[in-house]
Nanobody, 128 residues
Framework: VQLQASGGGLVQAGGSLRLSCAAS????????VAWFRQAPGKERAFVAA????????VYEDSVKGRFTISRDNAKNTVYLQMNSLKPEDTAVYYC??????????????????????WGQGTLVTVSS
């Protein structure tokens, strides 16, 4: 599986963006996809994840109610709809996918070690 992230850009605070993570190659029901972000001078941090089996979603607390992760099976693409953006959301956003034979447990969806493949980052800049 290879991942292609896109959709970043410059937006004013309060605005919206939708990031896309397109996967090439076969995915299975054991797959999961997550978004992480890395702000300048900070470590990479979990944002949101979706587990294919059951469609379970997990969010980092600061984005709950503002961000929505979803999946388009036909396009093999995962989206991150980001609304009510804040300057502190400014970061490079990375998508990551799990490509193993076992389904991840929900509590592991926020861990970088759960994922095997990483896409290139897409920069999101939120101006105040």
């Amino acid at each position: 599986v290879q991942l292609q992230a896109s959709g970043g850009g410059l937006v004013q605070a309060g605005g919206s963006l939708r990031l896309s993570c397109a996967a090439s190659g076969r995915t299975s029901s054991n797959s999961a996809v997550a978004w992480f972000r890395q702000a300048p001078g900070k470590e990479r941090a979990f944002v949101a994840a979706i587990r294919y089996s059951g469609g379970n979603t997990v969010y980092e607390d600061s984005v709950k109610g503002r961000f929505t992760i979803s999946r388009d099976n036909a396009k093999n693409t995962v989206y991150l709809q980001m609304n009510s953006l804040k300057p502190e959301d400014t970061a490079v956003y990375y998508c990551a996918a799990r490509d193993r034979n076992t389904r991840p447990i929900i509590s592991a969806l926020s861990l970088a070690a759960t994922y095997d493949k990483w896409g290139q980052g897409t920069l999101v800049t939120v101006s105040s």
